[in-house]
């Protein structure tokens, strides 16, 4: 069982209230496949990936970026049991879609940022601090179903 | 590998945030010290608390020294020699940890300077500093 502050609780309930998920879901995706070139390996059924441009307008892209936000979504209505929440999706991740797991923080970083130019000074060292702890809980429960 | 038109990017973006150097660097330090508390081991002779002039002062020369690093980035080895031996053998930092300064330094440039921060020059960002914490490392064996 993870141990969440009040304080905690309250951030990352607020950030995602605060965010709109179908720019910031779509802005991480878009600069995890630039940042990190080489998760584009997961996405070749994605069409044109060629460059910044390319993936930044590309509605597939965009889509599973949407995806990915109502995924986090659940996490933050089940903040005491996102290892349960996510067990099947931790399996799909594992034995379907063969991810690497250490690629799930080059997402997570990437979300941080976007949040945190979307935010700006509101994104205090404090505030960060806690959605980093909620990123490394769900990176963690997405890693469980590895064997 | 950097591109002529990233190092131009990376150059012109630091030279931009040279005049609030202490800021920037005060708030990466900070943002590394509650996300990663782990982090603080290494400053217990500092006061680290937000706003103090030690962290100021000491964000100010870790910024600064980006900056430098980033007017000629194919001489890197060769500016931040000096650098270089006093991590290895002074500071002796374990090198995981320049991961988490530079992560926090994107987000910090993030807040900054918002929607500017594109994810081009966010890429061509992280691939300077993973530059530089490589170089950084080099003497440590």
Redesign the interface.
Known sequence: MVAWTDFERATIKDIFSKIDYEVVGPAAI??CL??YPWTQRYFAGFGNLYN?AA??SNPKVAAHGKVVMQGLEKAVKNMDNIKATFTELSTLHSEKLQVDPDNFMLLG?CL???V??Q???D?T??V??AF??FLAVVVSSLRRQYY | MLSKREKDLIKEIWERLTPVAAEIGADALLRMFASYPGTKTYFSHLDISPNSSHLLAHGKKIVLAIAEGAQDISQLTVTLAPLQTLHAYQLRIDPRNFKLLSHTMLVSLACYLGDEFTPVAHAAMDKYLSAFAAVLAEKYR
């Open positions: 878009s600069r630039i940042v910044a993936i930044t970083d941080a940022i976007v945190a130019a935010l700006g000074k994104f060292p404090e960060h601090a980093q702890k």
